[in-house]
């Protein structure tokens, strides 16, 4: 079962839920898509053993085959090539791989070379994937797509979205089994989550709520799920040793058996079918 954990924004609680999850179970895959800031390897620890290099194909311009038409500038729909005075301008950072260029160029002046964004990190075992991006590159999505090649059949694996519901949300989620959407009782937690809640019903995706940092003042996400008939799957409580311990990088199912099996209990539970 491919269950992806994602929020509205940062910082809700989404990497806790996760890698709960994962430290929970007897054997899972964990793999940290929020490729721009990976942290789940702060709780769960793993040895990285394996660092495979991510490229892409970017455009190069043969100048003495090239006469300066501009077609290949007009065709990219993203900026990342143009002509300015019959020179050719390539920004490999904005580009998307789409080959474009290369085919509308009529004297074949457009090769494509490889451009390393990032790494996927693994350890030996399978149990533990992280994508990282270079600094100061713009595009995640082919990590993302590199890191969704490694999902295992044989055991459950939990993917770390990253946040937001942006399309590298899409390319985290799509295909997967079950969504579960982690929000904190806040007017920003309630409106992120509005969000998320229509991105994953627009991809037909079932879900269900985590509440982090829950607070029995404040019932707003309660009432905004009973409304919109989706299940509360569980609620972490705004407590100081739960915030104490993430602070030192223990997870609350790390650091009683209550919660691990909770978490537990959270993966039965969304095995068993629980949809919204
Ligand atoms: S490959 Fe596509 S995105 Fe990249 S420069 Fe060419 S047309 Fe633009
Ligand atoms: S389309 Fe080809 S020939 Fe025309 S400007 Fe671009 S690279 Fe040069």
């Not at 940062?10 to 996760?18: D, E, I, L, M």
């Not at 290949?72 to 920004?91: H, T």
């Not at 451009?115 to 693994?122: F, K, L």
Request: hydrophobic fraction near 40%; charge should be negative.
């Amino acid at each position: 079962m491919k269950i992806a954990v994602l929020s509205g924004k940062g910082g809700t609680g989404k990497t806790t839920v996760s890698a709960s999850l994962a430290a929970s179970l007897d054997k899972s895959q964990y793999i940290d898509c929020d490729v721009e800031e990976p942290n789940g390897a702060l709780f769960l620890n793993p040895e990285i053993t394996n660092v495979t290099p991510v490229n892409v194909l970017v455009p190069q311009v043969d100048s003495d085959k090239c006469d300066g038409c501009g077609k290949c500038g007009k065709a990219c729909q993203f900026n990342a090539i143009a002509v300015v005075k019959n020179k050719v301008l390539i920004f490999p950072e904005l580009c998307h791989h789409c080959g474009a260029c290369m085919i509308a160029c009529p004297q074949d002046a457009i090769t494509e070379i490889e451009r390393d964004i990032g790494v996927v990190e693994s350890d030996s075992e399978g149990y533990f994937f992280q994508g990282r991006l270079n600094i100061g590159e713009p595009i995640t999505i082919p990590i993302i797509s590199e890191l969704k090649k490694l999902m295992r059949d044989d055991i459950p694996v939990i993917l770390d979205s990253p946040p937001g519901a942006s399309c590298t949300v899409v390319a985290t989620i799509e295909d997967c089994d079950y969504c579960i959407l982690v929000t904190e009782p806040t007017p920003f937690g309630l409106h992120d989550l509005i969000i998320a809640v229509q991105l994953v019903r627009k991809m037909g995706i079932p879900f269900g709520v985590v509440i982090n940092k829950a607070m029995e003042e404040d019932k707003s996400i309660h009432q905004y799920c009973e409304q919109e008939k989706i299940d509360v799957l569980m609620e972490i409580p705004f407590l100081r040793e739960i915030a104490e311990g993430y602070s030192k990088g223990v997870l609350p199912a790390q650091a009683s058996d209550e919660w691990k099996n909770n978490f537990k209990q959270l993966y039965e539970t969304i095995k068993g079918g629980a949809a919204s």
